[in-house]
């Protein structure tokens, strides 16, 4: 090979070298708001074709419950003082337990839904897709923590209290509440972030 | 013995009064009350699960009892069901007893409670109803949890059509509760403040996923919460239809049917419904894996006949049909194979096959269909293991697809697939002569005969047409035939013959041979005959021709025509009897003129032309109108002449030609009509209608006036183009009388000038003789005779016979002395220049804007010195303009033409010189040079009186330029080198 040819596989090889190298705090940050800015893109989408799915009355036009709530999953509703007044470890950790909490429920929900609507491959996909996200968030957050040096919370199974007898349409209620509330905590990590950036600045 | 009897009767005694103790004491203990009932509930089924045990059985004895069952709800007061229930009972036996119920159980207490009797037949009348058990309540309610609103039953799996009863309870009595199914509020039926039932009657079958039914909890408009149910309508499972079995190897039985509907539902609700093949002679079962198909594996040879059972089954029914039948009347064959073909020839093949043999002695039905030239032929042949079938009939040269089915021949249940092979049949000779046809070019000497045929058609041709035989033989001198071969995709051949008949016959040859000949005879003289044209109309495309029958032995008629554009030849052969025929073709175009002609073949294979006949399938109107020539105009007439226009060449027969004619007069000349044309003006209108009338003599016409035509030709469908009018316009009365007057004239005058020509020398004596020459005179002679030494004749070229001075024009001037072959331009002058023709002593007066003559006519005394005593005679004499003029002949001559005859003729003989003009005009004719001039001389010629007056007093000044130039002027070497 001529010599330009191995100074472009050189460059081809870099940056696999490079990103296992740790990187900063502020690209830590950055890495993870971009990630949160694109899932917010999707999230209403994953709740429309959703709600399209179940029948009516998640279908019908403009339907809302916020009353559904599940107990294995954190509201992400907060108020604003207090959300304020937290510090950058508590916020993290409570949009971990969260997104945490979101990657086990939207595993429940596919796993409901690929049996009662086999033949729906875009929610099944969608779902799936959203799921990996919400992980990928976890390990940009892991990341943050890490480099502002603050303890990783201890995983546990959310899900641990979930009755598996429950009807179908609580399985829709609770995919219903999983979907609104990945868009919920999906808006609230793009916030938490963006303090964080600003805090952070490259 | 006595004491036998006591023993014996004590011992009866005490054995019926057991007995008696014995009934007694189950007469006490009648009626046995069921004890420790116990209820619990089946949420899944929504069923009521009852447990109970009868005390005070006896021991190792069943005894057969009916339990009355009450079910309350709500209240025991409130019985929604009671039945009777027969078992029979063991001693310390656990009785359980189920009931579903309508309404879920989570939305009412339900009560229950029974009482039994002794229903066994080992116990005599009467028996008696036990006591009531207490009243069992059964609750589920409690259990609910938290929460504000419950609707049931959960998930609940129904047929379509079928009754359901779902209720909610709402824990707050101050909520309003609204329930939908599918979006639609339905209403209930309040069971208590925290309870209603709906009842949905015939529920409908939405989707596979299930029908949601939800309620919703609000206090106002604020929603409390949500609650609902999926209810999993299910299809109802159909009988499966269009069962049967059949068995190609006597190996395995195949079992089809139609399933019906898929009854799965989603959520694992439940699965698509199952299909079991029971056999009943064998009592073997087998679930089949596919929805509607199942082999069946037989393993005894010695059944022969089956009962199959076809069990259709789901979560809510099961559906079963039945089919009974014997094994080889089942046997649907597997296709034929080896399908060949032996001996193919022309028209027959035999075809051959084998059958998968199944059993000895096996006979087989099969059919065989032949398809082949767009038709099909079916036959049956029954048959052991080799079939064999003789084709016959078949088109030479033609490819056959046949195939053959077969079917067990004692017991027909169906047929096989079908197995085909293709063939070939081979070719053999042509069936049919080729339709020839002639078409004869005599010319002085022989004559040119272009055959043409048409190809076989496929049934004639049995095979590829390879090459056709042309045989020509002279009839009327014996000599040898000629025979030629044409290849085969030509269809026409041209033969030069000579004034003989020929008799000529066509075959047309394939691989195998010659086809039968086709003959047609050449006449000495074949088509000399006069024949008139008829002209015919053709109707959508079709010509309808029709001729006189023709006496004789005719065997036939021909009708040819030329199609165009392609100018091919088509004939159409008519049978003896017919003398009428449609020739009908799409090649036809409207438009076209077509030819057609008529023969009659005699028996002699000589066609003899009866009748030509022509027409247009449809005319077209004119294409173009003629070139019109305007002749004769008068003032009150003229010609209009079309000769050159062809009335053949034409898309229509021309039947005559229109001729519009404008003018300003309103009123139309005798013979025209009014006419509107198509742009909405009006004008005159002639009809001609004899389309060989190519002229038209407009007349009556005004003088002076103009006037427009325009002809077109008109044929049945109408006229022409419309094109712009031509502008005539006649011309004045007078004119023309003008000219009869004035040619005569110009006429005569020529004439005279011709005379006068002729007669020139005539004229010229009689008018003009030549002046006669003195020295030839007569005179002389007599002069002489007289001897005067000093009379001499003058020598007119001795003379100069005036002198002329000229004034050169000031600088620039141009002086031009028109000579027979010089000029002199003077450029370079700046200074006004003169030109002196004067006598050469006075050479260098000074120039003067006048140009003086000296008319030595009254110049007494050079009259009285002698005229050729002025002139300069000596070789010393300066080469002035004598060097110029070589002779003075040639200084006059220029002078007459110069300065208009200012010096007039000099007759040479006359002693005083007759000077014609009195004036001179500046010589110079160029004024460009004028405005240069700053001081212009006066115009003034001046006639010089015989007064001697100083030139240099009229003249300005002369400059040494001007002197230079005059005498530079008058130096020829200067300028003529």
């Known amino acids: 090979l001529p010599p330009p040819a191995h100074l472009c596989l050189l460059t081809l090889l870099l940056p696999p070298l490079s990103s296992a190298a740790p990187i900063s705090l502020a690209e830590s940050i950055s890495q993870a708001y971009s990630l949160a800015l694109y899932m917010q893109k999707n999230t209403s989408v994953l709740l429309q074709t959703y709600l399209q799915y179940q029948g009516s009355p998640f279908s019908d036009p403009g339907f809302s419950a916020p009353e559904l709530q599940l107990s294995s999953l954190p509201p992400a509703t907060a108020f604003f003082k207090t959300w304020r007044t937290l510090d950058d470890g508590e916020r993290l950790s409570l949009a971990q337990g969260a997104f945490l909490a979101l990657t086990q429920h939207l595993q429940l929900v596919r796993d409901d839904q690929s049996d009662l609507n086999p033949g729906s491959p875009i929610l099944l996909a969608q779902l799936g897709t959203a799921r990996l996200r919400a992980q990928g968030l976890l390990g940009n957050m892991a990341a943050i923590m890490t480099a502002l040096g603050l303890p990783m919370p201890p995983e546990e199974d959310t899900l641990g209290l979930v009755t598996f007898g429950a009807s179908a349409f609580e399985r829709k209620c609770l995919g219903y509440v999983v979907t609104r509330e990945y868009g919920h905590w999906t808006d609230r990590a793009v916030r938490d972030l963006a303090l964080l950036k600003a805090k952070y600045p490259a | ?977």
Not at chain 2, 78 to 89: A, E, K, L, P, R
Not at chain 2, 773 to 791: C, G, Q, R, T
């Open chain 2, 1 to 977: 013995m006595a004491l036998f009897v006591v023993f014996q009767t004590t011992f009866f005694l005490t054995l019926l009064s057991l007995r008696t103790y014995q009934s007694e004491v189950l007469a006490e203990r009648l009626p046995l009350t069921p004890v420790s009932l116990k209820v619990s509930t089946n949420s899944i089924h929504q069923s009521l699960h009852l447990q109970w045990t009868v005390h005070n059985l006896p021991y190792h004895q069943e005894l057969k009892m009916v339990f009355q069952i009450q079910i309350s709800r709500i209240e025991t007061s409130n019985v929604v069901w009671v039945g009777n229930y027969s078992t029979t009972v063991k001693w310390n036996q656990v009785l359980h007893w189920s009931w579903e119920s309508e309404l879920p159980l989570e939305c009412a207490t339900h009560f229950v409670r029974m009482k039994s009797v002794m229903d066994d037949a080992s116990f005599p009348e009467p028996n008696f109803w036990s006591n009531w058990s207490s009243w069992e309540e059964v609750s589920v309610q409690d259990s609910l949890g938290r929460g504000i609103l419950f609707v049931f039953p959960k998930d609940k799996l129904v047929e379509e059509g079928s009754n359901v009863t779902i209720c909610y309870v709402s824990r707050n009595i101050q909520n309003n509760v609204s329930c939908y199914l599918e979006g639609k509020q339905i209403h209930g039926e309040q069971l208590d403040p925290h309870v209603t039932a709906f009842n949905l009657n015939s529920v409908p079958f939405i989707r596979n996923r299930g029908t949601n039914i939800y309620c919703e909890a609000s206090q106002g408009n604020v929603s409390k919460g949500i609650e609902g149910i999926v209810l999993f309508v299910s299809k109802v499972l159909e009988e499966p239809k269009d069962f049967s079995c059949e068995t190609q190897d006597f190996k395995t039985l195949h079992c089809t049917w139609d399933p019906g509907t898929d009854t799965a539902l989603g959520w694992s609700k439940q699965p698509s419904q199952s299909y079991t093949l029971f056999e009943s002679f064998s009592g073997e079962k087998k679930l089949c894996t596919h929805k509607n198909w199942c082999n069946w594996q037989i393993t005894q040879d010695s059944q022969e006949t089956y009962n199959f059972t076809l069990i259709a089954e789901n979560y809510l029914r099961k559906r079963s049909v039945n089919i009974l039948f014997n094994l080889t009347h089942r046997v649907y064959l597997m296709n034929p194979f080896s399908v060949n073909f032996e001996n193919v020839n022309a028209t027959n093949a035999i075809m051959t096959w084998k059958v998968h043999s199944m059993r000895n002695n096996f006979t087989y039905l099969c059919q065989i269909e032949l398809h082949g030239e767009g038709k099909m032929m079916q036959y049956d042949v029954s048959i052991k293991v080799n079939g064999e079938y003789f084709l016959s009939e078949l088109e030479p040269a033609t490819e056959y697809m046949a195939r053959v089915r077969c079917a067990d021949a004692s017991h027909f249940w169906k047929w096989s697939e079908w197995s085909g092979q293709n063939f070939t049949t081979l070719e053999a000779a042509p069936s049919e002569a080729p339709d020839v046809w002639r078409s004869v070019n005599s010319e002085p000497g022989n004559h040119t005969v272009t055959l043409f045929w048409k190809p076989l058609s496929k049934l004639h041709a049995n095979g590829k047409i390879l090459f056709y035989n042309v045989v020509v033989e002279n009839l009327d001198k014996p000599s040898r035939s000629e025979l030629r071969s044409i290849p085969a995709p030509a269809n026409s051949t041209k033969l030069i013959l000579d004034r003989c008949s020929y008799q000529i016959c066509v075959t047309a040859n394939n691989s195998v041979g010659a086809s039968p000949a086709s003959i047609i005879v050449i006449s000495v003289d074949p088509e000399n005959k006069e024949v008139e044209e008829e002209r015919i109309a053709g109707t959508d495309g079709r010509f309808s021709l029709s001729w006189k029958p023709q006496p004789g032995d005719i065997i036939g008629y021909v009708v040819d025509w030329c199609d165009h554009p392609q100018d091919v030849l088509q004939w159409k052969n008519v049978g003896p009897n017919t003398t009428s025929t449609v020739i009908s073709t799409d090649a036809f175009r409207p438009g076209v003129r077509y030819d057609f002609r008529i023969y009659g073949l005699s028996t002699k294979r000589i066609a003899c032309l009866l009748e030509k006949k022509t027409g247009y399938s449809q005319e077209l109107a004119p294409s173009d109108n003629p070139h019109v020539l305007v002749d004769m105009l008068t003032s009150h007439s003229f010609t209009l002449s079309w000769k050159d226009y062809s009335t053949e060449s034409q898309p229509g027969f021309i039947q005559g030609y229109h001729v519009y004619l404008k003018s300003k007069a309103r009123q139309c000349h005798p013979r025209f009509q009014k006419a509107v044309l198509s742009d909405g003006s009006e004008c005159c209108k002639y009809k001609i209608d004899n389309p060989e009338e190519k002229a038209l003599i407009v007349d009556n016409l005004k003088p002076e006036s103009s006037y427009e035509f325009f002809v077109t030709p008109f044929t049945s469908a109408g006229e022409g183009p419309n094109a712009t009018f031509t502008k005539v316009t006649t011309p004045d009365e007078h004119s023309s009388m003008l000219i009869h007057i004035l040619l005569p004239m110009v006429f005569c005058v020529l004439l005279i000038m011709i005379v006068c020509y002729l007669k020139s020398q005539w004229i010229k004596e009689t008018c003009y003789p030549d002046i006669p020459d003195p020295y030839k005179s007569s005179i002389l002679s007599l002069i002489k005779f007289k001897e005067n030494p000093h009379l001499t004749i003058m020598n007119v070229s001795d003379c100069i016979p005036d002198a002329i001075e000229v004034v050169s024009k000031p600088e620039g001037t141009k002086i031009q002395i028109l000579g027979t072959r010089k000029s002199l331009t003077e450029t370079e002058l700046t200074k006004p220049n003169y030109l002196y023709l004067l006598p050469t002593e006075k050479n260098h007066s000074g120039p003067g804007p006048c140009i003086c003559f000296e008319n030595f006519t009254y110049n007494q005394a050079a009259s009285d010195s002698g005229f050729c005593g002025h002139v300069p005679v000596s070789p010393k004499a300066p080469p002035s303009m004598l060097g110029l003029m070589t002779s003075p002949e040639n200084v006059l001559k220029a002078l007459e033409k110069n300065y208009m005859n200012s010096l007039g003729e000099v007759p040479a003989g006359e002693t005083s010189l007759n000077y014609v003009s009195q004036l001179a005009s500046p010589m110079s004719g160029d004024k460009d040079s004028l405005p240069t001039n700053p001081v212009e001389p006066p115009h003034c010629s001046e006639y010089k009186m015989q007064m001697a007056v100083p030139l240099r007093l009229a003249l300005p000044r002369p400059t040494e330029n001007s002197s230079l130039s005059s005498i530079t002027l008058l130096d020829p070497g200067e300028h003529y080198r």
